[in-house]
């Protein structure tokens, strides 16, 4: 309506303009330029209307079809016809938005909180007209804020602060249930895994509680680890004393059953190092001399009679 006002106004002064040209004592050819501001406005005054009656609803958006400030209905995407001066639309997305909100809030133990979120939400395609009428254009402010601190408050408190830590997916689901179902009362709709909790900022004290309690742990589990060397180390030295215990064992029947010169040969011969014996046996004889142990009478005495 507009773009007619305008070309009314640009008529009435084709015709001005003329009538003050007769009238000035000089006169002056403006024929051809009311000629041309009267084919613009009358252009215009037709023109306007049907521009006016013409709406386009892009992508992604919905129209809401007022009618004097009343709600008619709603408009879906593409191009629609509207009686100008009569019929508004107002535009509405209707994609996924997001929304970023920080709600501080007191834990089970009575620590506070404060919790950053991200909430993925989109309106109700075919419910645009009844959220407008109801909330307006202002549904984010005078809705999914409240919603969001809302529900962060009341998931909050049923855990204790440590909790909110450990249990961080409990958590989010349980805020993302909640604000979800608060939401579809007013038509809002949350995307599947549509919240997102970026971070849990604690007070210094709890900070340094829980880096204290950490350091602890660590602690303990370096004691753990002594504890379970010096195990290992006992264990060790135990199986150390009974391999020799039973190492005697065996080498005191050797001597009982066999003799003594035999078990005293074999650790002769485990601990030669290839060299002759420079000690050796006085005698008579053809080499001047004997060894110490006769091997040939500690084989003969190692033999076990036949049975």
């Not at 340094?208 to 602890?216: F, G, P």
């Amino acid at each position: 309506m507009g773009l007619a006002i305008l070309g009314l106004i640009v008529l009435v002064l084709s015709f001005v303009i003329v009538g003050l040209n007769k009238r000035a004592d000089v006169k002056t050819n403006l024929g051809p330029t009311a000629w041309i501001m009267r084919v613009v406005g009358i252009l215009m005054i037709i023109g306007g209307p049907l521009y006016s009656s013409v709406v386009q609803i892009p992508a992604g958006y919905r129209g809401v079809l007022l009618r004097f400030t009343a709600v008619q209905g709603q408009l879906d995407e593409g191009i629609h016809l509207i009686t100008p001066g009569v019929n508004t639309v107002v535009l509405m997305e209707t994609r996924t938005q997001k929304e970023e909100s920080v709600a501080t809030a007191a834990s089970r133990d009575l620590q506070t909180v404060s919790t950053k979120l991200v909430l993925n939400y989109r309106i109700d395609p075919s419910k645009v007209s009844q959220l407008y009428n109801n909330v307006g254009v202002e549904y984010r402010a005078r809705i999914i804020d409240p919603v969001v601190q809302e529900s962060v408050k009341l998931v909050t408190a049923r855990y204790t602060a440590e909790e909110l830590i450990r249990k961080r997916a409990d958590v989010k689901s349980e805020m993302e249930r909640e604000i979800t179902n608060r939401l579809r009362a007013y038509d809002v709709l949350v995307d599947p895994s549509g919240l997102s909790i970026t971070n849990f900022d604690f007070s210094p004290e709890f900070n340094k509680a829980i880096e204290a309690k950490q350091v602890a742990q660590q602690e303990a589990e370096k004691q753990r680890y002594v504890l379970a060397q010096a195990e290992l180390e006992k264990q060790t030295e135990v199986a150390r004393a009974e391999g020799r215990a039973q190492a005697a064992k065996l080498n005191a029947e050797a001597l009982r059953v066999q003799g003594a010169g035999l078990v005293i040969a074999r650790e002769w011969i485990e601990k030669w190092d290839g060299r002759l014996p420079s000690v050796s046996a006085g005698g008579g004889g053809a080499s001047g001399g004997s060894f110490i142990i006769d091997l040939g009478s500690l084989m003969r005495e190692g033999q076990v009679p036949n049975r």
